[in-house]
């Protein structure tokens, strides 16, 4: 637990980054229930862009955030969590609907669209798929915040997964930062960890 002695103020809140497609409810959750054990501490949490991720941790603009992709763990904590299966967009009648699932071979003879046009945004990427154009490979998360009523996407099997991670600097000391560390592992204020 935080060290907060009778009367003092607890300290601001603990900034906590996340990026599209991470869904960082259940551990928002699981931080109030900690919280109401001990003076109230709020958690920000700030939907960032995963390539500025990295840089608001550095920077000190946030004290941690999940993160997607590989990082560079120089300087930095990082605690994987989970692996994202990959998936293809496709428009709603494109034939790979017909299938479960796809391999990277099933594709391609197809335009991986994000590939040829790397300047579109994921958005725009989304659109062109829609007109009937290539696919888009991503996070199934991502597909699914992007998600249409005139695209579809099947798991590509032997696409590599994307890890989502806690990411936060080695500098960071803040007790606020170790609850959050167990908070995302599963522990509870009853925890013997705790």
Same mark, same amino acid.
């Given at each position: 637990?935080?060290?907060?002695?009778?009367?003092?103020?607890?300290?601001?809140?603990?900034?906590?980054?996340?990026?599209?497609?991470?869904?960082?409810g259940k551990w928002e959750?699981?931080?109030?229930?900690?919280?109401?054990?001990?003076?109230?501490?709020?958690?920000? /949490?700030?939907?960032?862009?995963?390539?500025?991720?990295?840089?608001?941790?550095?920077?000190?603009?946030?004290?941690?955030?999940?993160?997607?992709?590989?990082?560079?763990?120089?300087?930095?904590?990082?605690?994987?969590?989970?692996?994202?299966?990959?998936?293809?967009?496709?428009?709603?009648?494109?034939?790979?609907?017909?299938?479960?699932?796809?391999?990277?071979?099933?594709?391609?003879?197809?335009?991986?669209?994000?590939?040829?046009?790397?300047? /579109?945004? /994921?958005?725009?990427?989304?659109?062109?798929?829609?007109?009937?154009?290539?696919?888009?490979?991503?996070?199934?998360?991502?597909?699914?915040?992007?998600?249409?009523?005139?695209?579809?996407?099947?798991?590509?099997?032997?696409?590599?997964?994307?890890?989502?991670?806690?990411a936060w600097s080695v500098?960071?000391?803040?007790?606020?930062?170790?609850?959050?560390?167990?908070?995302?592992?599963?522990?509870?204020?009853?925890?013997?960890?705790?």
């Amino acid at each position: 637990m935080e060290d907060i002695t009778p009367g003092s103020r607890p300290p601001g809140p603990l900034r906590v980054g996340f990026v599209p497609g991470v869904m960082p409810g259940k551990w928002e959750r699981a931080w109030a229930e900690w919280h109401r054990t001990i003076r109230s501490r709020r958690l920000d /949490l700030t939907l960032v862009e995963a390539a500025d991720s990295e840089r608001l941790i550095r920077s000190g603009e946030l004290d941690m955030c999940l993160v997607r992709g590989t990082v560079d763990r120089d300087g930095l904590h990082v605690i994987p969590l989970y692996r994202e299966v990959a998936v293809a967009v496709v428009a709603a009648d494109h034939p790979a609907t017909a299938y479960d699932e796809l391999r990277l071979a099933d594709l391609a003879d197809e335009l991986d669209v994000l590939a040829e046009f790397p300047e /579109l945004d /994921l958005p725009m990427a989304v659109e062109t798929v829609a007109a009937g154009t290539g696919y888009v490979l991503v996070p199934m998360s991502l597909a699914r915040l992007h998600s249409r009523k005139d695209v579809d996407f099947r798991p590509v099997i032997d696409a590599e997964e994307s890890p989502i991670s806690l990411a936060w600097s080695v500098d960071n000391e803040d007790p606020g930062a170790q609850i959050f560390v167990g908070v995302v592992r599963g522990r509870s204020p009853r925890s013997s960890r705790a």
